[in-house]
T-cell receptor, first 115, second 112 residues
Framework: DTGVSQDPRHKITKRGQNVTFRCDPI?????LYWYRQTLGQGPEFLTY????????KSRLLSDRFSAERPKGSFSTLEIQRTEQGDSAMYLC?????????????FGEGSWLTVV | KQEVTQIPAALSVPEGENLVLNCSFT??????LQWFRQDPGKGLTSLLL???SQREQTSGRLNASLDKSSGRSTLYIAASQPGDSATYLC???????????WGAGTKLIIKP
């Protein structure tokens, strides 16, 4: 399967703990995105990478959030000192090189529950 | 600031009916508009992508139209089936920015 892969699919953590999600994009896709989605809402943009460079970052991303894509392939999203408001599905997506008009492909998401 | 609205929030129709889902956006300066499908607890699957220069796109029983001047897009589903039950979301890309701005979705239930 050559789709976008996310791990873990589900994570339950206690408030104050750190969590990390991993995303493996479709091979040869140089663009990678992280979004967050809560129940009944559309996704909210978090950050965007082109190769290893983080080119866009939402103001929604507080200092507790950090994303990396060190070799321009897989990416990690870390949330430090989790809060109950961080409970959501974290979606990763990728798209191929070319103009912004290319279709974007999403993974199955990583569910986070902070208790 | 671009805002995307989808009405209705939920729709339930009998199997076999043709139906239209609506998406509106406040800023007509978009790069493209994309319709996605989301099954419960799952990620998003791209259905149709319409570039700003296009008026419509078709894929099987799905047809999406775009009217930039009025800030509207519609997703037409022909001969609906129970397997079409899902949440349908539209998203716009503004200019060269790589962000997508999303509607909250329309939850569609097709009754057998």
């Amino acid at each position: 399967d050559t789709g976008v892969s996310q791990d873990p699919r589900h994570k339950i953590t206690k408030r104050g703990q750190n969590v990390t999600f991993r995303c493996d994009p479709i091979s040869e896709h140089n663009r990678l995105y992280w979004y967050r989605q809560t129940l009944g809402q559309g996704p909210e943009f978090l950050t965007y990478f082109q190769n290893e460079a983080q080119l866009e970052k939402s103001r929604l991303l507080s200092d507790r959030f950090s994303a990396e894509r060190p070799k321009g392939s897989f990416s990690t999203l870390e949330i430090q000192r989790t809060e109950q408001g961080d409970s959501a599905m974290y979606l990763c997506a990728s798209s191929p090189p070319g103009p912004p008009g290319n279709t974007i492909y999403f993974g199955e998401g990583s569910w986070l529950t902070v208790v | 600031k671009q805002e995307v609205t989808q009405i209705p929030a939920a729709l339930s129709v009998p199997e076999g009916e043709n139906l239209v889902l609506n998406c509106s956006f406040t800023d007509s300066a978009i790069y493209n508009l994309q319709w996605f499908r989301q099954d419960p607890g799952k990620g998003l699957t791209s259905l149709l992508l319409i570039q700003s220069s296009q008026r419509e796109q078709t894929s099987g029983r799905l047809n999406a139209s775009l009217d930039k001047s009025s800030g509207r897009s519609t997703l037409y589903i022909a001969a609906s089936q129970p397997g079409d039950s899902a949440t349908y979301l539209c998203a716009v890309r503004a200019g060269s920015n790589y962000q997508l701005i999303w509607g909250a979705g329309t939850k569609l239930i097709i009754k057998p």
